[in-house]
């Protein structure tokens, strides 16, 4: 059972950055393996933020976060960054991160971020 813990989150001033954590107790090494970073707000539903590929070369984004946010990963560490840039009180929510390993999802706990004056 792979285990996965977010950190990093906290309370930001809109237009300002914070950069988000993931833990993994173990990375696995398929093909198709990727990590994924989602949101979620009260009353809604769990928003797709962002994915890497495990061979780190390919990314995505949603459209509402696309030029602001940049996802990376570290292979040495197991870890997984989510670099949040000119946030805006819309990306106020509970950030998950997600890895696909193996054919399996694997979720953290979440982290919660604010973004308000």
């Known amino acids: 059972q792979v285990q996965v813990m977010e950190s990093g989150g906290g309370l930001v001033q809109p237009g300002g950055s914070l950069r988000l954590s993931c833990a993994f107790s173990e990375f696995t090494r398929y093909r198709k393996d990727a990590m994924s970073w989602f949101r979620q707000t009260p009353g809604k539903e769990r928003e797709w933020v962002t994915t890497i590929l495990i061979d780190g070369l390919s990314a995505a984004y949603a459209d509402s976060v696309k030029g602001r946010f940049i996802i990376s990963k570290d292979d040495d560490k197991n870890m997984v960054y989510l670099q949040m840039n000119d946030l805006k009180p819309e990306d106020t929510g509970v950030y998950y991160c997600?890895?696909?390993?193996?054919?399996?999802?694997?979720w953290g706990q979440g982290t919660q971020v604010t973004v308000s004056s």
């Open positions: 997600r890895g696909n390993l193996g054919g399996y999802y694997y």
